[in-house]
């Protein structure tokens, strides 16, 4: 088989040619246009050397442009690498490395040395007047794409996915959970590099025929407000600090277009999944899922819904809490590690056997979230057992931070959290125990700025807090939880 051959096939066979698939600004694109564009853009990459099972890095923010790419390596047998564009160059360099990109596709070629690049922008614009390629024959397991997600090192590492992987995302997620049709709508605040947005935007409006808004940049509040008005969007998918951020800007205003509305990333608040409820006059339904299976694994749906809960596990997959005997949990009320197994579930990661080896167990796989079962069998996410933060339904890695901000001469020690503001949008706070003496009166903007100049933007803190002491535990440990709090 072959997913982009797949994909043309399934949009002619349901007549699907002719509706709109993709909407940017003030263009939008079909389904066969954009099949077609992907086919031609093909045979640009193969002129350029592209060939099966050979990494290819994107990096551009959403667009037909990506979009296209995608579908071209997958045409190719080729693997699609997806990043944050917004990325340092150090961390843009290390996954080209650690992948071993034969070609970048970019709209910022200059970020990248060393490496062969192709510009996103000639790239299309030759694709205009190129032949259709012919999809290369590949196994259903052959990778498709990789994704890097962020270890507890800070050190991003990588999640290859198969051809396969997509039907089994869409009747998980775009048919049992959200029932989608071609007569939907979709938009994504998270972005198609990310497995949430990857999902949203490019696989379930492509397998259902729907079409998806895509926004270029990270959209404000009225971006969004605008777009779902402008653009009758029917379902929305957002991470609670985003739909947080909604709220305190629309001042009541609604959204009749709304069909239903999806939150993941990091967890839904009760109080603010009612208020969402309430104002936006649809149900919101909280999911969770990882890079490591592609997508969403446990769900409510439109047809179970559990307020307050991750509801059950999605068609195709099973999950089991244990404790840390490693002894299954099957009493409600009792917390445990949460295990995930499925059709859709890594076979293991890029370059990194040892990691591989410490996450699957038997072909289920460790998420790292700790959780309990309802009275209902419903999940209830009891948070992370690691310290790693979600911010805006991005993971981030507060040691990294804090080893920079530590090499700041006033700083004695540091402690970075991830904490509710008052419309409960979660921004990363530094908490700064100062030397004896030191000077603090330039000390944030001096520590913000250090920060700003080693990593990618939204692992800035927000804010710093000075204080005497960190909470630790007897042993010395840090009480990272009681600083997530925002009470110390």
Not at 92 to 98: C, G, K, L, V
Not at 108 to 129: H, K, N, Q
Request: with cysteine.
């Amino acid at each position: 088989m072959n997913v982009a051959q797949a994909l043309a096939d399934r949009s002619a066979r349901n007549n699907w040619q002719h509706n709109p698939a993709y909407l940017v600004g003030s263009s939008s694109w079909t389904h066969g246009q954009v099949h077609g564009l992907a086919a031609r853009a093909a045979t640009v990459l193969a002129e350029r050397g592209v060939r099966p099972r050979q990494h290819v890095l994107l990096s551009m923010p959403d667009g037909i442009a990506w979009i296209a790419t995608f579908l071209a390596l997958a045409r190719l047998g080729a693997v699609a690498v997806t990043t944050n564009p917004r990325l340092t160059v150090v961390d843009h360099t290390f996954i080209a490395e650690d992948c071993r990109a034969q070609l970048v596709i970019t709209d910022s070629p200059e970020r990248f040395d060393g490496v062969r690049c192709l510009d996103a922008g000639e790239l299309l614009a030759r694709a205009e007047t190129s032949p259709l390629a012919a999809a290369q024959a590949v196994p259903a397991h052959a990778p498709l794409y990789v994704q890097y997600t962020s270890g507890t090192t800070g050190r991003p590492i990588g999640v290859p996915h198969r051809h396969a992987d997509l039907e089994h995302y869409h009747r998980a997620v775009g048919s049992a959970m959200l029932h989608m049709t071609e007569a939907d709508v979709s938009l994504s605040v998270s972005k198609l590099h990310f497995a949430y947005g990857f999902g949203n935007s490019f696989v379930y409006p492509l397998l259902s025929g729907s079409a998806a808004v895509l926004l270029p940049e990270h959209p404000a509040p009225s971006t969004v407000a605008e777009a779902i008005d402008r653009h009758l969007v029917s379902v929305l998918h957002a991470v609670p600090s985003a739909y947080a951020n909604l709220l305190a800007e629309i001042d009541g205003q609604r959204f009749p277009s709304l069909r239903v509305a999806v939150s993941a990333g990091e967890r839904l608040a009760a109080e603010l999944g009612k208020r969402l409820t309430d104002i936006l006059g649809a149900p919101v339904l909280d999911e969770l899922g990882c890079t490591e299976v592609g997508g969403a694994f446990c769900a409510n749906t439109l047809d179970s819904p559990g307020p307050g809960t991750l509801g059950f596990a999605l068609p195709g997959y099973q999950v089991r809490l244990r404790d840390d005997s490693g002894r299954d949990i099957v009493d409600c009320g009792v917390d445990g590690e949460l295990w995930v197994t499925g059709p859709t579930l890594l076979a293991g990661y890029l370059n990194q056997p040892e990691r591989t080896a410490q996450a699957l167990r038997d072909g289920w796989l460790n998420t790292g979230d700790r959780a309990a079962f309802d009275d209902r069998g419903r999940l209830i996410h009891k948070g992370r057992k690691d310290d790693l933060e979600m911010v805006g339904g991005i993971t981030v890695d507060p040691v990294e931070i804090e080893r920079i901000l530590d090499e700041h001469p006033t700083v004695q020690e540091s402690a970075v959290a991830a904490i509710a503001d008052q419309r409960g949008a979660t921004k990363l706070r530094a908490y700064i125990v100062p030397t004896r003496h030191a000077e603090v009166q330039d000390l944030e903007r001096e520590l913000l700025d250090l920060v700003r100049d080693r990593l990618a933007p939204f692992k800035v803190p927000r804010s710093v807090a000075v204080v005497t002491a960190l909470p630790r535990t007897g042993t010395g440990k840090l009480r990272r939880f009681i600083l997530r709090s925002g009470t110390w």
